[in-house]
């Protein structure tokens, strides 16, 4: 049984960081694409980061270019999200994905496993 479990989300003030890791177990994700993305309370879950097998590949979304740092560590079969100057409006649940498909991609219909999700609150 395939299971993504995120960690590392909590409360922090404006301008602070947070580490959040992803690991999955019940297969080997080394050649898929993993990603993260974020739901916002009354919004639509919306891309975060992505990453292609061997880390050649990256994407993220505008506005956390420069802040938010993906990587992955396919011997342990984590994908991590190093989020730093964070911002009230970076309040979420974040959550790791995974997909079969060869590049990253920003369509979340694209991602075949879910994990259930990390709260990361910004104080302002």
């Known amino acids: 049984q395939v299971q993504l479990v995120e960690s590392g989300g909590g409360l922090v003030q404006a301008g602070g960081s947070l580490s959040l890791s992803c690991a999955a177990s019940?297969?080997?994700?080394?050649?898929?694409?993993m990603g993260w993305f974020r739901q916002a309370p009354g919004k639509e879950r919306e891309f975060v980061a992505a990453?292609?097998?061997?880390?050649?590949?990256?994407s993220y979304i505008d506005s956390v270019k420069g802040r938010f740092t993906i990587s992955r560590d396919n011997a342990k079969n984590t994908v991590n999200l190093q989020i730093n100057s964070l911002k009230p409006e970076d309040t979420a649940v974040y959550y790791c994905?995974?997909?079969?498909?060869?590049?990253?991609?920003?369509?979340?219909?694209?991602?075949?496993?879910w994990g259930q999700g990390t709260q990361v609150t910004v104080s302002s």
């Open positions: 990453i292609s097998w061997n880390g050649d590949i990256i």
């Open positions: 019940g297969r080997t994700f080394s050649s898929y694409v």
């Open positions: 994905a995974v997909s079969r498909r060869l590049r990253p991609t920003s369509n979340s219909a694209e991602y075949d496993y």
